[in-house]
C-alpha cells in the first residue's frame, strides 16, 4: 500500500502503461503470426514494413530489448526472402 501520493500516482500510470505495453505486444505478436503464416510473398512484402514499426516502438519503449526486436526483423526478412 502506497503511503504518499506521489506513490500513488505512480501505482496508477505504471498500472495504464501496462495495459498499454501488453495490448501494443499482443498486437505485434499477432502481425509477427500473420507474416509468418503468409504463403503470399508480395502480401508479406506489404506487411514487413508494418511489423518492423511495430517492433522498433516496442523496443524503444522498452517493452522489448532493441536487439530482440532486430533479430526478429532480421528473421521476417530471411522468411520472406525464402518464399517462393
Known amino acids: 500500500?502506497?503511503?504518499?501520493?506521489?506513490a500513488e500516482k505512480r501505482n496508477r500510470q505504471a498500472e495504464v502503461r501496462k495495459e498499454e505495453n501488453h495490448y501494443f505486444a499482443k498486437t505485434t505478436r499477432n502481425a509477427i503470426k500473420k507474416l509468418r503464416t503468409s504463403s503470399d510473398k508480395k502480401e508479406a512484402a506489404e506487411l514487413l514494413p508494418k511489423?518492423?514499426?511495430m517492433l522498433d516502438k516496442l523496443a524503444k519503449k522498452k517493452v522489448i530489448h532493441k536487439n530482440k526486436a532486430a533479430n526478429l526483423k532480421s528473421g521476417l526478412?530471411?522468411?520472406i526472402?525464402?518464399?517462393?
Open 1 to 6: 500500500m502506497a503511503n504518499h501520493k506521489s
Open 51 to 53: 511489423v518492423s514499426a
Open 77 to 79: 526478412a530471411l522468411h
Open 81 to 84: 526472402k525464402a518464399i517462393k
